[in-house]
């Protein structure tokens, strides 16, 4: 690959921002808890000022837990710091003890160059919006993986948002409300192969947002959401 800039990303957590919350073993079971008690953390029906609305913690968790589908959440440091409670997610049982600890370490190793490509993209803006679909679609289920770089206010970079949806229910939803089909062409070209170059930038006119082939990009990249391996 031409431009290799990505294998500098550094998936280890080992730069800490003025958030994160120092003196608790990022690879504790417990680290949620540990780190709620260290900083006081606001819970239940505590109110939370977000920039346009207040809510109590409980009503902030009811909202994001009523998504559907998995999302989660990973600083500008790669540390993993949040995922929605949503069905999906319970299913994971790996997931509780998960949170707080590195991305290098809620991903297998021998995958770790396609995740640094991924964020590398999303943390220098070659790419605002990475879109993962899993191998194992079919045309009763066809699975996304987001990942969306995220800003403050002030525009700098924050971390990655990463959410999942299966977009056959909306499609099937469509179709109906409008009486069409999807019919498939034996004459339609096949897709090309998207360039992994135009990913990391190495491409000028890199589109803002990139689809990934899974043939490319494994589903086991499919974020913390997914194959963890603490």
Known sequence: MANSDFEQEDLSSNHPLKTTIQGVDMQASDWVEQAAAQTQATCGDNYV?????ILTADQLTNLLNSLPGKLTFVDSNNQFLYYNNSPENQKNQKLAVQVGDSIENTHPQQISSYVKQVMHALKTGQSDLVKIPLPTNNQERYVVYFYKAVHDQAGNYAGVNEWSVDIMPLINWYL???GQKLVPSDSAPAAPKP?????????????????IDPDDLPDSITGASTHLNK
Do not use: F, I, V, Y
């Open 195 to 211: 360039d992994m170059d135009a990913l990391t930038g190495a491409s000028q006119s890199a589109a803002k947002s990139q689809t």
């Open 176 to 178: 109906q409300q409008t």
């Open 49 to 53: 000022q977000l920039d346009r609305g």
